[in-house]
C-alpha cells in the first residue's frame, strides 16, 4: 500500500476495515461451523470453507488453507454447476488437504510470503487432490512444483486422472527441473490415456531413475509401428524392476505375432533388473496362434538365443486371461519358450486361458518348460480345461511339480481334473506330496473322485506331508461318490494338517452312514486351529444321525471357528440327534460369527 502511494491515513481506514471483516468472519464462521456439527452436508461444508478461506485471505496465519485452491474450487462451483457426486470428491479432497502438516505463512506488511517450502505429506496431498474435477490443465499441477522440498526417492501416483502422454512428459520435465533433489523411482500412470508411441520414447527419457512403473488401462496396443517404440523407450529406464502392462490391448486382433513375440522377448530378456511383469488381460494369447510361418521364424531365433545360456530374472510373471489356447498353432511352443529362460521365476500366473481347450499337447509342454524352476512358490492355473481331452498334460505339470522346491500355494482349480483315468490324479498328488511347506491348495470344481484306490491312496499320502498347509480348498468336487472308502481315508488324513485354518467341502456327495464313517470323521475335531469351515451341500444327514453328531463333536474342539456354513446337507431327517449335537458344539463359540445352518432338506423346528 505504502509503494501504490497510499497515505497513512488510507491505510489507517482500510485496516480498520479489514478489523471489522475480521471480526464478522471469525464470527460467522464459528456460527457455520456449530451448523456443520448439527447438519453435516455439502452446503454447509462449502459455506464453512469458503468463510476459511477469506480469514486466510485478510492474513491470519491460522487459516491453514491454500488460497489458490479455494478460489479454484469456487470458480468451479460457481461457472461449472458441478454433479452432487463431484462435489463430494471434491470436498472430501478439500478436507484432506486442510489438514496437511503446512508450515505457517509469514507475512510483510500484511501480504502473505511462503518462507517454508512444503513437505512431501502436502506434495503428496496435492498430487492426489488433482484432477478431482475432470479436465484441469497440468499447469495447476507444474505450477505448484517449486512450492515444495522434496528430496530422496520419490514414489508419485498420476492414476486415474485422463492424463494424455505429453501431458505426463510435461510434468516430468517440470519436475526434474525443479526438484533437483528427488528422484522418481515409482510412477503410477494407470487408467489414464498415454497411447502416444512417438512420445513413447521421450516419456520414458524423462523418468530415468524408475523402478516400478505401472501402465495398467491405458489402451496401449502393439503393432508393427509401434512395438519397437514401446521397447525402445523400456529399454531407456536401466533400474526398472516392476513393470505392469496389464488391462491394454497389446493383442489386437491386426497385431502382427512376429511383433508382439519381439516385443515379449525384448520385455524378457533385455532388461536385466526386471523381477516383476504384469501383462494379464492382453489377449495376446489370442493372436499368437495365427500366423504360423511368421511363429516358425521367430521361435527359431528364440531356440538360437536359448542356446546361449541367457536367462532372465523375473520372478513374477501374470499371463493371466490372455486366450492362450496351448492345443493351437504354435502357441503352446511360444509360452514354453517364453517361460523356459525364466530360471528366478517365483510367482506364475495362467489362470483364465484356454490351455488345454482343443488337445493336451500343449499343455504338457508347458509342464516340461517348468521343469526345474526351482524357485517357484505360487503357480496359478485356475479355469484352463487341462483335463478336458485326457490327462497327459496333467501327467506333464504334476511330475514338474516334483521338481521345485519352494512350492508354498497352489491352485489348480476348474480344469476337469480327474474326467478321465485316474494316472493324472495320481502324478499330481505325487508332485504335490514333494512339498512340505505347502501353505495353500485349491482344487475346486473338478471331477476328483476317490472311488480309485491309487488316487486316494497318493493323495492321504500327500496329505501326510502337508504339515504346513493353511488352507485347502477341494469343493464342488465328487470325493463321496459311489462308496465311502477313499472319502474316508481322506478324512482319517486330517490328522496331519495340523495348521489348517480354512477347509472347504462344500458340495461333495460326502455321506456318514456307518459307524466306520463315522470314526474316520472324527478326526475332523483334530483340526482346532480352524477358523472356516464349508461342509455344505453334501449328505452328513442323509442316511443317519451321525453325520450331524460327528460334525456336533468336531466343532467343539475348534476354539478359532469364525464361519461355519452346513446347509444343505439333510440334517434332521432321521432325528434331531444330530441338530442337538451340533447346537451343543456352538455353544459358547463366541468367535463364530457367521453360522449357515439352513435350508435342510427335511421337516424339523431348527
Known amino acids: 500500500l505504502l509503494k501504490d502511494a497510499f497515505t497513512k491515513e488510507e491505510i489507517a481506514s482500510l485496516l480498520k476495515i479489514k478489523s471489522r471483516a475480521f471480526g464478522f468472519i471469525i464470527q460467522k464462521r ?16 462449502v459455506y464453512f470453507i469458503y468463510l476459511h478461506y477469506l480469514q486466510w485471505a485478510l492474513g491470519d496465519t491460522k487459516a491453514k488453507v491454500k488460497s489458490t485452491d479455494l478460489l479454484f474450487v469456487a470458480y468451479k462451483i460457481s461457472k461449472l454447476g458441478l454433479s452432487s457426486f463431484i462435489l463430494v470428491r471434491l470436498i472430501q479432497a478439500l478436507i484432506a488437504y486442510m489438514n496437511c502438516p503446512d508450515e505457517p505463512l509469514d507475512f510483510n506488511h500484511g501480504i502473505p510470503s511462503v518462507n517454508h517450502l512444503l513437505s512431501l505429506a502436502c506434495f503428496n496431498e496435492t498430487i492426489k487432490q488433482f484432477a478431482t474435477i475432470p479436465g484441469e490443465p497440468i499447469t495447476e499441477l507444474t505450477d505448484k512444483l517449486g512450492s515444495f522440498k522434496l528430496s530422496g526417492d520419490i ?5 486415474n486422472k485422463e492424463l494424455l502422454t505429453h501431458q505426463v512428459i510435461t510434468f516430468l520435465e517440470q519436475f526434474a527441473q525443479k526438484q533437483k533433489d528427488a528422484k522418481i523411482t515409482t510412477l503410477n500412470l494407470a487408467n489414464n490415456i498415454i497411447n502416444n508411441y512417438d512420445l513413447i520414447p521421450k516419456l520414458m527419457s524423462v523418468m530415468p531413475d524408475v523402478e516400478t512403473l505401472n501402465f495398467d488401462h491405458n489402451n496401449l496396443a502393439i503393432t508393427k509401428d509401434t512395438s519397437s517404440q514401446f521397447a525402445l523407450g523400456l529399454k531407456l529406464l536401466p533400474n526398472l524392476k516392476k513393470l505392469t502392462l496389464s488391462n491394454n490391448r497389446l493383442g489386437q ?3 502382427s505375432p512376429a511383433e508382439m513375440l519381439y516385443f515379449l522377448n525384448s520385455l524378457t530378456m533385455d532388461h536385466p533388473k526386471l523381477e516383476y511383469l504384469d501383462l494379464s488381460s492382453n489377449y495376446i494369447g489370442g493372436l499368437i496362434a495365427r500366423d504360423i ?7 527359431k531365433g528364440l531356440a538360437e538365443q536359448l542356446q546361449t545360456g541367457q536367462t532372465s530374472q523375473i520372478a ?5 486371461n490372455n486366450l492362450f489356447d496351448l492345443g493351437t498353432s504354435l502357441s503352446s511352443y511360444i509360452l514354453s519358450f517364453i517361460i523356459r529362460p525364466l530360471d528366478k521365476l517365483q510367482q506364475l500366473n495362467l489362470s483364465n486361458n484356454f490351455l488345454g481347450l482343443h488337445n493336451s499337447d500343449g499343455v504338457a509342454a508347458l509342464g516340461n518348460s517348468l521343469v526345474h524352476k526351482k524357485a517357484l512358490s505360487s503357480l496359478l492355473l485356475d479355469n484352463n ?22 512350492l508354498n500355494i497352489t491352485s489348480i482349480a476348474f480344469n476337469m481334473l480327474g474326467k478321465h483315468d485316474p494316472a493324472g490324479l495320481v502324478t499330481l498328488f505325487e508332485g504335490l506330496s514333494a512339498h512340505p511347506q505347502l501353505e495353500s491348495l485349491s482344487l475346486r470344481m473338478n471331477y476328483i473322485d476317490l472311488t480309485d484306490d491309487q488316487a486316494s491312496l497318493s493323495l492321504s499320502n500327500a496329505m501326510t506331508s502337508w504339515q504346513r498347509l493353511k488352507t485347502l480348498d477341494i469343493s464342488m468336487n465328487e470325493l463321496g461318490r459311489l462308496d465311502s472308502k477313499g ?16 477347509l472347504l467341502l462344500e458340495n461333495n456327495r460326502i455321506n456318514v452312514k456307518t459307524f466306520e464313517d463315522f470314526r474316520a470323521w472324527q478326526t475332523l475335531g483334530t483340526l482346532n486351529k480352524l477358523t472356516n469351515l464349508n461342509l455344505a451341500a453334501n449328505q452328513f444327514g442323509l442316511n443317519s444321525t451321525l453325520g450331524g453328531q460327528v460334525i456336533g463333536q468336531s466343532i467343539k474342539e475348534m476354539a478359532h471357528l469364525n464361519t461355519l456354513d452346513l446347509s444343505h446337507n439333510a440334517i434332521g431327517s432321521f432325528g434331531d440327534e444330530g441338530i442337538h449335537a451340533i447346537a451343543n458344539g456352538i455353544q459358547g463359540k463366541h468367535a463364530l460369527t457367521n453360522f449357515t445352518i439352513q435350508p435342510q432338506e427335511g421337516h424339523f423346528n431348527l
Do not use: M
Open 253 to 255: 486382433w491386426d497385431t
Open 155 to 159: 514414489a508419485i501416483d498420476l492414476s
Open 316 to 320: 513374477f510373471l501374470n499371463l493371466e
Open 30 to 45: 464459528n456460527t457455520a461451523w456449530a451448523e456443520l456439527l448439527q447438519k453435516p452436508g455439502i452446503q454447509n461444508s
Open 385 to 406: 480345461f487341462i483335463e478336458l481331452i485326457d490327462s497327459k498334460g496333467l501327467q506333464a505339470i504334476g511330475k514338474s511339480l516334483k521338481t521345485f522346491s519352494s
Open 487 to 502: 472319502v474316508n481315508a481322506f478324512a482319517a488324513s486330517f490328522i496331519h494338517l495340523k495348521k489348517l485354518t480354512t
Open 293 to 299: 510361418q511368421e511363429i516358425k521364424n521367430r521361435v
